[in-house]
């Protein structure tokens, strides 16, 4: 069945806590004490903003983007692949490499560059 598009997040009543709330983007949002002026406020302009930002929430300061977050692993990356070193001890503080099996051949256990 296709996915409609078209329709508007409703304004509902969270079972649990009494409060109302609305669904958007994958996650409920709390609005205050279901009925009341201030959550219906608070509801119609969480979906304008929505609506105007295609549909989307919009991303906070605090919240990290993917890219961001990908960016700043490429600029680390170098250090964690120095040649010889396992990625087991990339977290030896926390986590001490556990040997490898004596099954395994150890150039898979072994990180060098080319």
Do not use: C
Request: glycine letters at 6%; proline letters at 8%; aromatic letters at 8%.
């Amino acid at each position: 069945m296709p996915r409609l598009t078209q329709s508007l997040p409703k304004y509902a009543k969270h079972e649990q806590s009494g409060q109302a709330v609305v669904y958007l983007d994958g996650r409920d949002i709390l609005l205050g004490t279901f009925g009341s002026a201030a959550s219906k406020e608070k509801f119609n302009s969480l979906v304008a903003e929505w609506l105007n930002n295609n549909r989307q929430l919009p991303v906070t300061a605090d919240q990290v983007a993917v890219m961001d977050l990908v960016s700043r692993f490429l600029e680390v990356l170098p250090d964690l692949l120095r040649p010889g070193r396992r990625f087991a001890d990339v977290g030896a503080g926390k986590h001490p490499p556990r040997p490898a099996p004596a099954s395994y051949d150890q150039k898979l256990w072994m990180v060098t560059r080319q």
